[in-house]
T-cell receptor
Framework: AQSVAQPEDQVNVAEGNPLTVKCTYS??????LFWYVQYPNRGLQFLLK??????LVKGSYGFEAEFNKSQTSFHLKKPSALVSDSALYFC???????????????FGTGTQLKVEL | DGGITQSPKYLFRKEGQNVTLSCEQN?????MYWYRQDPGQGLRLIYY???????QKGDIAEGYSVSREKKESFPLTVTSAQKNPTAFYLC?????????????FGQGTRLTVV
């Protein structure tokens, strides 16, 4: 089975400060990991993904994520937060050993990021 | 522009009614999905389809039905059997070329029972 946890319901950060949104996962095989962002009453937008290779993945809008296999984590980061980054962030995982289920993703419960002036 | 279109954006349903949510994609993706989003619960999979004329139940299929008669379309019907249908519904699609491909999402339909 595949699962993902986002331990923080909300993260508050001041504009210009670095931000981290945490995500841990559990899979049987190798993980395919994704981050999405959602603005109010909108769909999810893809930010970045980890498939294999370099543990630091760069994505849209200056976001990056660090894959750590020993800690089974995939934390989202940004060096300098903007007020416009305020949104709901979802981590998602797909197990490389998952068969018969298409490309189903399992999502975390989401973390609300609030960036203040 | 390629993408996924969900309609309507807002939908109101009376008790005991069936309603159908539309999802259309022009990305030429084989797989399509319906998720339900409730506050604090993330996204939960209702149904998915990997190919035309075939679909599978997800984690919370009870009270819902789908069809996949065309590659581009994957409508979701919320039946009167769904006890708590008020939620935000999201449709997504993926290219089944590989498990490492990201999902593309529509803008969602907010369903409210009145």
């Amino acid at each position: 089975a595949q699962s993902v946890a986002q331990p923080e319901d909300q993260v508050n950060v001041a504009e210009g400060n670095p931000l981290t949104v945490k995500c841990t996962y559990s899979v049987s095989g190798n993980p395919y990991l994704f981050w999405y962002v959602q603005y109010p009453n909108r769909g999810l937008q893809f930010l970045l993904k980890y498939i294999t290779g370099d543990n630091l993945v760069k994505g849209s809008y200056g976001f990056e994520a660090e894959f750590n296999k020993s800690q089974t984590s995939f934390h989202l980061k940004k060096p300098s937060a903007l007020v416009s980054d305020s949104a709901l962030y979802f981590c998602a995982v797909r197990d490389s050993l998952l068969t018969g289920g298409g490309n189903k993703l399992t999502f975390g419960t989401g973390t609300q990021l609030k960036v203040e002036l | 522009d390629g993408g996924i279109t969900q309609s309507p954006k807002y939908l109101f349903r009376k008790e005991g009614q069936n309603v159908t949510l539309s999802c259309e994609q022009n990305l030429n993706h084989d797989a399509m999905y319906w998720y339900r989003q409730d506050p604090g619960q993330g996204l939960r999979l209702i149904y998915y389809s990997q190919i035309v004329n075939d679909f599978q139940k997800g984690d919370i299929a009870e009270g819902y039905s789908v069809s996949r008669e065309k590659k581009e379309s994957f409508p979701l019907t919320v039946t009167s059997a769904q006890k708590n249908p008020t939620a935000f519904y999201l449709c997504a699609s993926t290219d089944t070329g590989g498990a490492n491909t990201e999902a593309f999402f529509g803008q969602g339909t907010r369903l409210t029972v009145v």
